[in-house]
């Protein structure tokens, strides 16, 4: 059996991202316990799905703390105490502190709702969508100093339809984020993320063969 990463979820609202993780572990697909889940917000639904899965909690509220500093100081020593290997941003929506990056040097993970570095920050949907983009999707990295600005590790596209509306398009998005999530941290837990300047190499894996995709189809071309 291969050893388990120790994982630490940053929360603040539904939690369907934790719940694809929690799923990815319990039915063997990632090697991975998580250790603690964290949410500065004591009523995010992802609390919830941590009791159901009997995952430890810790509620830490930001607005207790008077800098983002020390918010980001008792995090790090919650996740310090859990044994924390990997943190996992699912939906946290906080921007961390030069701090804890620094505690977790490239091990921070983030996922984004739009192919970076197009469309970065809030509702990158919504951007896109609005943008008139072809194609969208979204994208595993790890955490810099930046917003939405750290290595990329895996991103997945979806084609943006004529049809589609902003709601539509954002569960296109939402299927495919609870894919690539887990297998990013499956990469890591093998030890097979190699980072070189904004590079991330994958070893061993399976890269992409089609040469090109359209939207809409060429016709005759």
């Known amino acids: 059996m291969a050893r388990e990463l120790s994982l630490g979820v940053l929360v603040s609202g539904s939690g369907s991202n934790l719940q694809a993780i929690v799923d990815a572990i319990e039915s063997d697909r990632l090697d991975a316990v998580i250790k603690i889940v964290i949410s500065n917000n004591p009523n995010a639904y992802a609390l919830e799905r941590c009791r159901r899965h009997n995952?430890?909690?810790s509620v830490?509220?930001?607005c207790q703390y008077k800098s983002r500093e020390a918010f980001d100081d008792k995090m790090i020593s919650v996740l310090t105490d859990n044994g924390v290997e990997l943190v996992v941003m699912a939906g946290?929506?906080?921007i961390l502190t030069e701090r804890l990056l620094r505690a977790f040097p490239l091990r921070v993970m983030n996922i984004h709702p739009a192919l970076l570095p197009s469309f970065p920050g809030l509702h990158g949907q919504r951007q896109a969508f609005d943008y008139g983009v072809k194609f969208s999707g979204c994208t595993v990295h790890?955490?810099?100093?930046g917003v939405d600005t750290g290595p990329i590790i895996i991103q997945a596209v979806v084609p943006c339809c004529d049809d589609d509306t902003e709601e539509s398009l954002q569960q296109?998005?939402?299927k495919e984020e609870h894919r690539i999530y887990p297998q990013a941290i499956q990469y890591f837990a093998e030890g097979r993320l190699e980072v070189s300047g904004r590079k991330v190499h994958i070893k061993?894996?399976?890269q992409m063969s089609t040469p090109s995709l359209h939207n809409p189809h060429l016709e005759g071309f």
């Open 172 to 174: 296109k998005i939402l």
């Open 92 to 94: 946290f929506m906080r």
């Open 142 to 145: 790890f955490v810099d100093e």
């Open 60 to 62: 830490i509220n930001h």
């Open 204 to 206: 061993n894996s399976n």
């Open 55 to 57: 995952i430890p909690i």
